[in-house]
Each structure stands twice: as C-alpha cells, then as structure tokens.
C-alpha cells in the first residue's frame, strides 16, 4: 500500500539499556528476520516498536526490514524467496487466499481508505467515465470496487488508470486525473496540496457488514519456530501500541521520517484491537470470518476466482501457540 522514505535500524534509550545488560550475558545467535513493511502507521508501527523496545532480540531476532510502497509486491519478494514476512493492507489478502502466502497475524481493522475526487463531484455515480487513479490490487483499489458495485457501476465504466501511491498523489495534485482509490496519510498529504478536494467513499460505508483487516504474512515455506517468534514480536509490539498509542505514533514517525500530525490523523482511521481481542478474534473464527468476507469479494470482482478457504492460509493455530 503505502511508503514515504526508508529509515536505518536505531536503537532508542530502552535499547541500549537491554544491550548494556545484554553484554554480560553470553552471545546467542540470532535468527534474521526479513521483514517487509510499508511506511505508514498501519504499516510500519509494529516494527517499529518491536525496534524501539528491543522485542526482536528479547524473541532471538536479528531483523532486516526492507520499506516497500504496497503488500502485492512484498509477496511477489516471496516468491524469490528474498523476503520472509510482510503486511499487507485488505486488498492485497486475495494472494494469500490464492495459495501465495500465508496469513500469520492480523494487524488491525484499516479504516483510512477513501475514494476521493476534485472539488465539484458528489457521488461515485459522477465519476462515470472519469479518470480515476488507483494502485492496483490494494485496499484502495478493493473500496472503489465497492463502491461502483454500490453505485451500480463496475470499472469499465470509468476510465481505471493503474498508478503506484506517490504517482496517484502526484497526478492528483497536478488535476491530471479526476478521482483516486487512496488511504490516509497519502489522503492528508493530498489534501495540503488540493483542499477542496471532496471524499466520496469510505470504508465506513460498508462497516460493519464488511471489516477490512489489515495483516502480516509470510512466505509458505518458513519454518514454524520463526513464524512463533515473529507473532510474539508483533504481540508484544501490538500490546505496546494498544496501551500507548501516542508514543507508539511517535516512535513510528521517527522511524519512516513522517510528521506524527500525518500518522496521529491515519491512527485515527483505525481500530486497533488488544493482543487478546486479537487472540480471542484468532481463536473464536471471528478472523476468519473477516477473510472469508473478502474471499466473497475478491470472487465478485473476478479478482480470484476460487480462493482459498482460510483455513488453508491463515494460521490462527501459530497465533495461538505464540
């Protein structure tokens, strides 16, 4: 889904601490981690906490995180097997249910998708043979499909232009096309650039009948030890940001080098679940329930034809062990 810039691997204050007792201990080897994330709060937060509070060394972890602009081409890493682990935002969970990846752990409910257009258009029925900017097969991307479906449209009634985020910004910032499927930051970077621009759609509209998870997958050949450590990791991480999540904006805009205004207003675009809302969500179905939602959706729009049970591709068994 989304990036701005790449920040190095720093350790805060609480990091030195744990590796100034760590000096005494004998050295472990760690097992490297390659982590895909994307730099937003949705995307990059729990890494980023994971690296201010040294949970992946606390987990045997040595992580090598990579930024990357969308999930789908953080799964196409995986097929190259030059990536482990990603996030991935609710457009993108059709590859899993293709068979591509598998589902380790869900992030949270995204709410920071809009379908935005300029000033002058007042419903989705307007942008009937428009240009519309959307980076294909992200969250964007599956709200503007819901969207024309509720309209009555499809994408062959508007003019679909396939553009990765910055361009989407950039092309609607310059007025060279009429309408984008675009997420919160980007939307409030937009927005300082084109005020009056107007949102038609959000996933809102159709919540709760349709949650929208956002999720952490790997590669289907890792090993389930590292996948165990990596949930608890991102358990520990996600506790943290529950329970702080102004600090846990602060640590995230210092991480990926966006204003903590930009991320505070995306964090408000969320619902952040508990670690055990998460758990008891994993456990009960209510997770797979969320899938399976999508599945229907992902069949609807032709985007997957058959997909997957998500029995066969999340693994709420691991989150359980974790």
Sequence with gaps: MKAFSRRAFVMGASSL???ATARSRPA??????????IGDFNGASLAAIAA????????????????????????????????DFGYVGPGALWLPASGRAKVIAINNLGQADRVIAQAGFKSVVDLKG????????????????????????TVDDIEYIRMDPSTVVAAFASRQIDAAGIWYPLVAVIK?????????????????????PTAFVSRNDVADDL????????????????????KAVAITANFIGIGADKLAEEAQHSKFLTTPELEAATTDGTAAGWLATLNGMFKTFGRLPDPLDPKAYFRADLYAES
């Design 227 to 246: 996948v165990r450590k990596v949930i608890a990791v991102l358990k520990g991480a996600n506790a943290f940001r529950a329970a702080h999540l102004d």
């Design 130 to 153: 428009k240009k519309v900017g959307v980076p294909e097969g992200t969250s964007g991307d599956m709200l503007l499909r819901l969207a024309l479906q509720r309209a009555g449209m």
């Design 192 to 212: 300082d650039r084109v005020p009056d621009l107007v949102e038609i759609a959000a996933n809102a509209d159709f919540f709760p009948q349709i949650a929208f």
């Design 17 to 19: 601490a744990a590796a």
């Design 52 to 83: 201010d509070q040294d949970l992946w060394a606390a987990h045997g972890l040595a992580p090598d995180l990579k930024v990357f602009t969308n999930g789908p081409i953080q799964i196409q890493a995986f097929g190259s097997a030059s990536l």
């Design 28 to 37: 472990l080897a760690a097992d490297t981690v390659r982590m895909g994330y």
